[in-house]
Structures are given as C-alpha cells and as structure tokens.
C-alpha cells in the first residue's frame, strides 16, 4: 500500500493556511527527498487568488506535481471532477486537508465522504481548528465525519502540538526523575500558561469576530499545552495510550459552574476592536480571556493553573511558568531577604527555550548573605545547533507516518468544549466586557484574578 505513493488534495487550496503554510511545508520536504512517494498536489477553490505568482517561485519538478482544481464545496460537479481525478490515482493514499472555513466542514465532509464510497484507496482526513463552535456542533460534526471515516483516518490539527517546546514536556517530564519527581502538589504552588499577541485581528475579523479568544485559544491550544503538562505517564509509547492519558487529565478538570464563572473567569476587549474592518458594531466577541482551573486527582489536588491569552497585548510571548512552593523556614525568609520562588519555564515563543530560576548566594559574598535570583536558560535551537521544524512540519510528517499522538481524539475535543462551555453561557448573559489599552498587559480585571490568590503574573 505504501509504495503506491499518495496525493494531497487542499480544500481552500488558495487561502491562507495553505499558501502559508502547506504548501511551504510540503516543497521543503520534498526538496529534502522526504516525499518521494508523492504522486500530486490537487488545490481546490474557487479562484486561484496568488497561486500562480507563488508557483513562479518554485523549482520545476515540484511544479509539475501541483494542479489547480475550480471547486465550490457545495457543487456536485465539483466532487465529479474531483472524481475523475482519482480515478487515475488507483491504490494511492488520498490525503484530504480540509484547510476551510469552519462553516463549510460538514458540508464538505458529506459530499467527499459520498463520492469516496466508489473508491477503495486509503484515505486520511485533516481537519483544521476550530473544531466545533461548542460541544453540540462539535459532537455533530465528529458523527458526520464518522459516517464516511473511521477514527484511525482522521487527523484533528492542533498546531501548538507540532511546536517544539511544547513536544520537549514530554521527554522533560518522563525521562528525568530529578523532575518528575517534583512534579506535583507537594512542591507545585501553582502553574501559568500565557499565549499573548501582540498582533489584532489582522484581517480576520469575519471568522474572529464569531468566535472570540476562549473558543480560538483555550479550547484547544491552552487545554492541549495543559494535558502534556499535567497528565500522568503513558503505560507506553503507542498514541493511543497517550491520548488516553490526555482525556483522562481532561477529565479530572473541576467542572466550573455558572454561578462562580465570575470567579474564576475573566474577559477582556481591546480599545479599537469595534472600530476594525469587519468587527460587528455590537460585537460581544472577546479578545482576551483568562481563567482559573483546578485539576482534581491526587497529582494536582489544590494546585491553580491559571490560563491568560489575548491581542494587542504587550509582546508575543507563548510560556509555561512552573512556580514552586518555597521552602519552610528557607534562608532567605531567616535572613530577612525578599525571597523568590523557583520557577521552570518553557518558552514556545518567540524562542524555545526551558529556563530554571534558583536562589543562589552571590559567589563574591559573605557565606551567609541573601540569596539572589539566578538563571539558566536552555535555548534549545542554539545548544543542539539545530532549527526547530515548523510546527506545522512535525504534524504533516506525523499524517504521513499514521502517527496520531499529536492530533486531537473525539473525545478529546467534546471534553475541552465542556470544559469551557459554562463560561461561553455565562458571557452570554452578561454584556460587560471591560476594554484594555493596546499593547498592555490585557484588563486589570486579569491582574485582580491572580492577585486575589496573593500571586501574580509572571514573564520568565
Ligand atoms: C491560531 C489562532 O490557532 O493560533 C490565531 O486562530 C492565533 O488567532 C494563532 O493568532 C497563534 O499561533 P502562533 O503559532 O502564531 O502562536
């Protein structure tokens, strides 16, 4: 099966995701001999919007493999030329991108699925974010897409989990005792996941606007960053079992009801969002967001992990921030010091790199004087001399293996809608957004949330 090759077909073949990033992925891994087997790139839209000045660009035996199909995704005649198509490409793997907007995934799904029925090629299906706009549609889509795909050919994508730091807490975790066996309530005081952009809505008002920064950021990315964080050992390698292992954590998350949404949840608009092209005068829509989460099993019992992200914000920064609990009696409180916690951080952007924060005494001072602030930073690209691959390198890599420990199971994704669901419903009913300052921090309601609990926001 595997020597027959396979195709691409890109749905949205001329948008954004796929001149940005697939076909870029894909011309590099072919230029590395990666795909040796492939037997064609099939685009479909509506027009070629820039294709052809992208194509200009690349070398001639790549080219030639590329081919533009007119497509509307609701027109019968288009599945029928798409048909012809694969008619010549007998015993070959059809990989299927569905790179669209996400009103058009069941549609899109229902017809390819029908004309697939003819065909007895293998097939693999990749699905784009967001998955769902909540737990219903998300739960019909996956029925839609198990009527003509079975789970093993679905690829749900998450990009951060393509990213290299984020892959690094796995092996970080799990290979080396001298941390995991600190990993947990005993010496956990609380966790800080933080995604800020600095960028807005930079053109992508319409799909934006609909969907906000909880259903864009945390259902997946923040919730996916927080499982590889948090979850238990896998027994073994195999991605089934380490899906398993991610459910499980999300599912050990303490259900938020409504009522303590104010609590626990906070949301925040940037100055000027109203005033984008595209942005609906009245538009409730958030542009930051961040919450309080409790994991309730025997690792995490009582420990925060607080979730912040959001636009126009101060910087781009993506990081995990460990903060441990300070030693009882510890030197610096004896010595009337101002003592800091131990902090581990992994950075996902914009480098990647794992940082340690100890108290160390200054070497030129006296044997007992404060302790001060310390670091070692671990910047991976620069000790392995290495570039980090695209994230979205790692996940094309993994389709083309069959690997699906990166990508996101059924359940998985109707857990994370439930997970945020109550909050979505508690906005629903209230109109109150506060605004924030572009290139701030977001709104001082976020500070207030951490500040309450005595902590506060950390950038390692
Ligand atoms: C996408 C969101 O999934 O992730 C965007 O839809 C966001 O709104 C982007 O900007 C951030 O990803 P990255 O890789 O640039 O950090």
Same mark, same amino acid.
Request: charged fraction near 30%.
């Given at each position: ?10 749905f949205?073949?001329?948008g954004?995701?796929?001149?940005k990033?697939i076909?870029?992925?894909l ?10 087997n ?13 294709l052809p000045d992208?194509i ?8 030639k493999l ?8 609701t027109?019968?005649?288009s599945?029928?030329?798409m048909?012809?198509e694969? *008619?010549s490409l007998k ?26 029925r003819?065909?007895s090629n ?10 769902g706009?909540n ?7 996956n ?5 003509y795909?079975?789970?093993? *050919?679905?690829?749900r994508?998450?990009?951060f989990?393509?990213?290299g730091a984020?892959q690094s807490i796995?092996?970080?975790r799990?290979s080396?005792?001298i ?6 309530k005993n ?6 996941i933080?995604a800020l ?6 053109g992508r ?11 864009d ?6 919730l996916?960053i927080?499982?590889?964080?948090a ?7 195999e991605p089934e ?12 998350? @303490?259900?938020? @009801? ?5 609590n626990i949840?906070v949301?925040g608009?940037?100055k000027?969002y109203?005033q984008e092209?595209?942005?609906?005068p ?7 967001t961040?919450?309080?989460l ?6 995490w019992?009582g420990v ?8 126009k914000?101060n910087?781009k920064?993506t990081e995990?921030v460990?903060?441990?609990?300070e ?11 101002f ?9 996902i ?7 340690l ?6 070497p030129?001072?006296?044997?007992i004087?404060?302790p ?8 991976? *690209?620069e000790?392995y001399?290495?570039?980090i ?5 790692m ?13 996101i199971?059924?359940?998985e994704?109707l857990?994370?809608w439930k ?5 979505l419903?508690?906005w ?6 506060p605004?924030?300052e572009p290139?701030?921090?977001?709104p001082?309601?976020?500070m207030?949330?951490i ?10």
């Amino acid at each position: 099966m595997k020597n027959k090759g396979y195709a691409f077909f890109i749905f949205g073949g001329s948008g954004d995701l796929a001149r940005k990033k697939i076909y870029p992925v894909l011309r590099k891994l072919y230029k590395e001999r990666e795909l040796s087997n492939l037997k064609g790139i099939y685009a479909l839209a509506r027009d070629e919007n820039g294709l052809p000045d992208l194509i200009k660009e690349w070398e001639e035996d790549f080219s030639k493999l590329f081919k533009f199909i007119p497509f509307d995704v609701t027109s019968n005649q288009s599945y029928a030329d798409m048909g012809k198509e694969i *008619e010549s490409l007998k015993g070959v793997e059809l990989i299927f991108y569905l790179a669209l907007p996400p009103t058009l995934f069941e549609t899109t799904i229902r017809h390819l699925g029908s004309l697939l029925r003819r065909f007895s090629n293998p097939r693999k299906i990749i699905i784009e974010k967001p998955f769902g706009f909540n737990f219903l549609s998300a739960d019909r889509l996956n029925n839609t897409l198990h009527k003509y795909f079975i789970e093993d *050919e679905i690829y749900r994508i998450d990009h951060f989990l393509g990213k290299g730091a984020v892959q690094s807490i796995f092996s970080f975790r799990f290979s080396n005792s001298i941390f995991e066996g600190i990993w947990n309530k005993n010496f956990v005081d609380h966790v800080q996941i933080s995604a800020l952009e600095d960028i807005g809505v930079e053109g992508r008002a319409g799909y934006y606007d609909r969907i906000g920064a909880l259903r864009d950021m945390v259902q997946n990315h923040l919730l996916q960053i927080l499982s590889f964080l948090a979850m238990e050992p896998p027994c073994c390698l195999e991605p089934e079992r380490i899906r398993d292992e991610k459910i499980k954590l999300l599912l050990s998350i @303490r259900e938020i @009801r409504k009522k303590d949404v104010k609590n626990i949840a906070v949301r925040g608009r940037y100055k000027g969002y109203l005033q984008e092209e595209g942005v609906d005068p009245n538009s409730k829509t958030e542009t930051f967001t961040a919450l309080k989460l409790y994991i309730d099993n025997l690792r995490w019992q009582g420990v925060p992990f607080y979730l912040r992200t959001g636009k126009k914000l101060n910087r781009k920064l993506t990081e995990i921030v460990i903060v441990f609990k300070e030693i009882p009696g510890g030197f610096a409180k004896l010595l009337d010091c101002f003592p800091q916690p131990n902090v581990i951080a992994f950075q996902i952007a914009p480098k990647n790199v794992i940082t340690l924060k100890i108290q160390l005494r200054p070497p030129a001072q006296r044997f007992i004087s404060c302790p001060v602030e310390s670091r070692l930073d671990f910047d991976m *690209e620069e000790y392995y001399h290495e570039k980090i691959p695209e994230a979205y390198e790692m996940l094309i890599k993994d389709i083309l293996e069959g690997d699906h420990s990166l990508f996101i199971r059924a359940d998985e994704t109707l857990q994370a809608w439930k997970i945020v669901e109550p909050i979505l419903e508690a906005w629903e009913e209230d109109d109150h957004i506060p605004e924030y300052e572009p290139g701030s921090w977001g709104p001082k309601e976020a500070m207030e949330l951490i500040e309450k609990d005595s902590r506060r926001w950390l950038i390692v």
